[in-house]
């Protein structure tokens, strides 16, 4: 998906100074353990990765939850949480329900 590889593109670019949470991204505290997980919100977003058909994936975030063990967590995420990512990182894609 180009959509994915674009996010992707701006959130490895070493020249941005974008970082984003799973704070930024609004999947803390009741959302988290909605989900399945209970965080603390700080964690990173390093890249995004989608599985199933091209034409309707599903698509996660994948976080450094300690970067000190390289511990990586998959977030599936919603259409508003794709539209916020892609707000943060200055990109104008159009995700659907």
């Known amino acids: 998906m180009e959509q994915v590889g674009e996010l992707n593109a701006r959130l490895t670019d070493r020249y941005a100074t974008i970082a984003v949470t799973l704070d930024d991204l609004g999947l803390v505290g009741d959302e988290s353990r909605?989900?399945?997980h209970d965080m603390?919100?700080?964690?990173t977003v390093m890249k995004v990765a989608w599985f199933g058909s091209p034409s309707?994936?599903?698509?996660y975030v994948v976080l450094a939850v300690n970067p000190a063990t390289q511990q990586l967590k998959l977030v599936l995420l919603q259409p508003d949480e794709l539209r916020t990512l892609?707000?943060?990182v200055h990109c104008t894609h159009h995700w659907s329900h």
């Open 34 to 36: 909605r989900l399945g």
């Open 56 to 59: 309707f994936p599903d698509i």
């Open 40 to 43: 603390s919100g700080r964690e």
């Open 86 to 88: 892609s707000r943060l």
